[in-house]
Nanobody, 122 residues
Framework: QMQLVESGGGSVQAGGSLRLSCVAS????????MGWFRQAPGNEREGVAA????????YYADSVKGRFTISRDNAKNTVYLQMNSLKPEDTAMYYC???????????????WGQGTQVTVSS
């Protein structure tokens, strides 16, 4: 059974950085595309970044381009999200998930973890 565990969230001031990690187990991690999503209270879950199986191709939401970087280490079954120049509007619960194809649509993904909270203060 697919299991994903996110970590690395926290509270930072605007302009700061955080690095999120997501460790996968229970399935052939390297065969799946991975994505990071976020959801703020009262908002729908939105795609932030996604990465192909080999890690060579990545996709980003316009709101995070140039500030966030997704990467993966298939030897460690881990996907990362490096977040720089954080803004208060980045405050949300962040989740990772797996998909058969790369996408920023939450409906295309499965195996949602419990999430990790990111709070950015101004």
């Amino acid at each position: 059974q697919m299991q994903l565990v996110e970590s690395g969230g926290g509270s930072v001031q605007a302009g700061g950085s955080l690095r999120l990690s997501c460790v996968a187990s229970g399935y052939t991690y390297s065969s799946f595309c991975m994505g990071w999503f976020r959801q703020a209270p009262g908002n729908e879950r939105e795609g932030v970044a996604a990465i192909y199986t080999g890690g060579g191709t990545t996709y980003y939401a316009d709101s995070v381009k140039g500030r966030f970087t997704i990467s993966r280490d298939n030897a460690k079954n881990t996907v990362y999200l490096q977040m720089n120049s954080l803004k208060p509007e980045d405050t949300a619960m962040y989740y990772c998930a797996a998909s058969d194809f790369v996408s920023l649509a939450a409906a295309d993904f499965d195996g949602w973890g419990q999430g990790t909270q990111v709070t950015v203060s101004s």
